[in-house]
């Protein structure tokens, strides 16, 4: 792969190019308006380029640039870097610590549902860390989809991707869906609901499923409620009335995935004689 071009340093805040990434990052929409997404740190970076993501453009500290080297042949797998000084890095991001990279990354653009897929669908979660811990929990337990329905946090909002760790580039994602575009989703939907009589544990969990989480504080809308399959509570034999959402996700998840995979006995530890 061809390397990015000579890099062009940028030492004023009021660059044009800063000023849009500073919209990008406090701004969990802008993304939809400009095409462009803008992704802080490491971690992310080095995700996006292990599954193949080709990013538009690098923005790299000086002082990483000039003395850690992973991080930068991390910055030349962009088409081009801009290398800023470390002070002006800290206005790019809502990070403690700011990121010493970041990439710009074209945004894929509103998906369209593909049907016969192992799903969750999300109802109206607003909440962005819920949303980001979700899509997480998605990708490890085998989900390939993830569908917002309108009034849900924005999927690509910087947010939703660092909750997210990375997971967003490993699923397809559809988002502000309307509830009427699940007709074409093709597998059976199950909700979570801690008033449902059957209870996840002892269900029989049909695979693949569209796995469905409603809002923090509504839960499942009622018209959603009736196009699902089946309804199903969390069996909590310690007394509390509900989970967080991103919580019970996880929990029903992980429960689909251990009904389906059997998993490799352990390794046997070395004696220690």
Known sequence: ??????????TSRDNPLLVRLRKLASDPGAYRRTGLIWIEGEHLCAALVARGGRPEQAVVTRSAWESQPGLH???RRAATVVVVEDALMATLGTLESPAPIGFVVAWPGAAALVPGRPSVVLDRVQDAGNVGAIVRSAAAFGVTQVIAL????ALWSPKVLRAGMGAHFALHLVEAAEADALDAI???LIATSSHAVDVLQSAELPWPCGWVFGHEGQGIAG???QRCARTLRIAQPGGEE???VAAAAAVCLYEST???VTLPPAAPRPSSA
């Open 258 to 260: 251990r009904r389906r």
């Open 73 to 75: 042949g991390l910055a």
């Open 223 to 225: 018209r959603l409620l």
């Open 150 to 153: 309108k009034g849900s946090a």
């Open 242 to 244: 509900s989970l967080n």
């Open 1 to 10: 792969m061809a390397e990015a071009a000579t890099p062009r340093h940028v």
């Open 186 to 188: 093709g597998v059976p």
